[in-house]
């Protein structure tokens, strides 16, 4: 009845305040028709509808401008600016992306996936507003889970000392995706208890004006909070508590599994998917570690449950000591396990490869320069993790590789991964992460290959002239075309698993020389700064000829894997042309 | 008189309290001594001489262990455990780095040399003790000024929640290497103003216990406060007041300068040097853009002097909100330029290449996948920076070139550089990197190339058979050693320079194929991951062959830059040799 008419932030201002629970109403019904059908990300965005309204009734975006961190909860923002169609008509579900892209719409300021980068964001596009002399509106929202990341911790510092309109909405739903780790999460709770009145004050302490709001869900308050603050002249911290998956009772109740789903049926939450259970190796072998090590502890970074680490599980291994969840801040985690290392403890860090990427530094310098004997799980790397450009993480290989000291192993079945796992875990010489494989195939024997003779490759069939190297994902691709290839030819090829991305097996590529005349390498990351350009390196001035297949430079985004590794010439029909030619 | 018989922490707890300040007063004198003749850093050094002492009286040091955020300030330290002799004998200077470095003395945990690592790496320290059930006290020594930096932010929340024994010692001198920025500086000064009781506390609003100590060089204080809190059951934040460059007047008085520098003369500060001015063509290209754009600006993060923007410079750029410090928070400076490149500003962010790795996220989510018109200058990149592993940035191309959408530059004379910088700052399509060589020769003749043409290199001779890629600082190499092997053969080498470290001018790349047998490719950087390997794979499976030279992945670590180079064959005479062979 409301959201029939609006089609964009005018049509919201055109309502009267009165009107705006009613559109609010529509805007739920629609996020949760399509999360319900689609799946998506649920809680955030509940707990977001009543503020969205709200903020586009009293700032005039995209003159003022409103930046959202991670953009977990912009749907109902989309649902608002022109994009509802992609909520209420199941053939154009796909038409957004489940994060702000200025590519949809003008109202939209940043492509962004990853947390704690609002007020950033936010103070930039500030800064170019003065320094240009206009006066808009700049509004950051950031959810409570977000602020325990350093880049979101550096900007709140520096919006302290900034002398011009900024406003930093903190939509507080007392949640990360799990629960919330740090002890500014002690003074959230008490400024909530407090409404907003306790002596102690994160924001205060960091040189911010604050106001508290504890009716997050009511439209008039919200309404009368944001027009006391619109164009105000210097930063302020608006906090306001929500309430994460509001309007669905059990999203309400367990917010940890609600915070994103599968499509579910809305009357009771269930699930409409009937989905195999997760193979579980990677899980039980941090278990079987806690319980025989009693000095192994688990780190994670705000996602437990990547690695098995459910609610119950925690309730076991978080008051032994051996799980810690230091809430979004993966440097943190990176350094920590250098110094756990080091005095002696075997910690194990496990989280999604595309966050790996903000530890670089303490990757680099506070681990692997001290030499530190760590083990990192590196999960969902290459194209067949998340395929959103958001959350792209085709350059691990690039960026863990070349780092010195490190050893990146890349395991390609199940015996396999557990063998390079005790090795990570038991040695004491250097950290070693460990790019965790799409599937995890069983051999059905155990791998008993020595992982302290660093850098030895596998050789899995010996064949002639052509040598195809699978990397990680891709070592079944090399397989098949093998196959593919002896049964078209009648020749060999050799195939070979290089199990270590950090540095080359030098003497069996010198052997190759003897017999081979084409190493083909084969890799679900960037070509660029990958294992491959190593090998052409290598050979560069000797007779092998050497080809780099893999994905080109680019954020690639909403792909299948069968369609980009076809594009990219990682088919075993267009591999066998390519050596047959 | 003391420091003779100081051959350990266990002689310093051999005195009585009473006698402290004695060996203070000797540890100040051999510091001094040692950086007024060799250089070093001077003011955070002479701040930390009584609590260092102090330290080393109430704990038991390996076994407590002390970690030094940044390790500017571990000089006492390493006097008193065991190191005296590289501060009183000339001869012995270089028998330590200037960080800590547990190579050098079971008493340092870390080898360190960036900011805001200490918390975390204590953290580490702590759990490894509590899973083994042990109680020594792990003391983290921090700055005020790597409290602004993301890590640090993290760890401290987290340190909110951690409880058992963790001791911050923040060592408060009120400045960072420039005066300090972010709002949490406002609050340390509320602090010592109120001998730490004002209301806002942002330690105490992150979860922790807190006390204050304004009398930072009172050993007797110093020493009861650290008995206080040693065997402490949580974490604790010891707030010391201290002074930067305590004990030399003209440090205490000039902050800035006196954080580090060459050798002087003790009794008035006078430079024992007589340097040549620098090159002030960074400099004077960011005042230009300045001048001649209000919606420019350049950001820095914590290191102004390092682009020119010394005290007097800000003073006229700052108020125009032209010039911005954001302090040691590379994420957030990273970030903003994003920001401020969407809003229509033209930013131009600036620092050290070691502390560009630390925004190795922003950079790629923030900045590229968003494909903001930003500029980024890459100081002291390559073998010609710092020479410290502490500090090493050998890895740049590797953690920049291979990140979509961005473009890096590397100019090799001034005018080159001076049309680079026109065009990165005038362009409105991507994100452009520069990295300053370490030298800007004057061809005399401006460069008006159009580097709007993405990727397209300059041949600087044209010759056949072999043809030689000199990348950034290696072009000089790359032509004298052409002139070498015309000398020697009779024969033209071709010789390149690429311009672009992004990406590859292929057309070029092809049309040698024609005439050319051998590429060499020359860089000053890591040979894993860097521009050459770019090229071998590009050439992989034709005639061509490729030599890529460079450096090999390592910490490497104070080396002479002739040296490096001549270690990986990067000499006229051994490249014109591998050419002849």
Redesign the interface.
Known sequence: MYLEKVNGPADVKALEVSELQGLADEVRAAVIEKVSNHGGHIGPNLGMVEATVALHYVFESPKD?I?YDVSHQSYPHKVITSRKEAFLSPEHYDDVTGYTN?KESEHD??????TS?SV?????????????GRKENIIAVIGDGSL????A?????????YDKNLIIMVNDNDQSIAEN???????LRELRQSNGQC????F?????DYRYLEAGHDIEQLVAMFESVKDIDHPVVVHVHTIKGKGLPYAEKNREPWHWGMPFNVADGSSKMNLPPEDSTLHDSLIELLDNN????VLNAGTPSSMGFTQEVRAKYVPR??F?D??I?E??AM???????????T?VFGTYA?FL??T???L???L???DNPATIIVLWAGIYGMNS??HIAL?DI??F?????LVYLAPTNKEEYLQMFKFATTQRKHPVAIRMPIALPETGVADTTDYSILNKAKVLAKGSDVAIIGVSNMLGLAQETAKAYEAKTGKKATVINPCYLTGLDKALLESLKKDHS?VITLEDG????GY???V??Y????AM????FGIS???HTEFTTDGILADHGMTVDSLVEYMTK
């Open positions: 401008k930046v200025p300021f940043f492509t962004v996936g990853h980068t950033s964001l936010a103070l930039g596009l500030a800064k170019a507003r003065d320094l240009a325990s990341g350093g880049e911790l550096e900007a709140i510092d520096y919006a302290g000392e780790h740090g002890g500014i999460y002690k003074n002596e102690k004050n994160i205060k302490s960091m040189g911010l009693p000095q192994a502890v000591g051996q810690v230091v809430g801040a440097e943190n350094a920590m396990i250098s110094g756990i290392a080091k005095n002696g403890g910690p595309p990427q903000r670089y530094d303490q680099s310098h506070d692997c320069l001290n450009n958001t350059c690039s960026f590789a070349h780092v010195p000291n084409l960037q070509v660029e700064g491959g350009q190593m052409a390196s050979y560069g001035d000797s000829k050497v080809k780099n430079k680019a954020f």
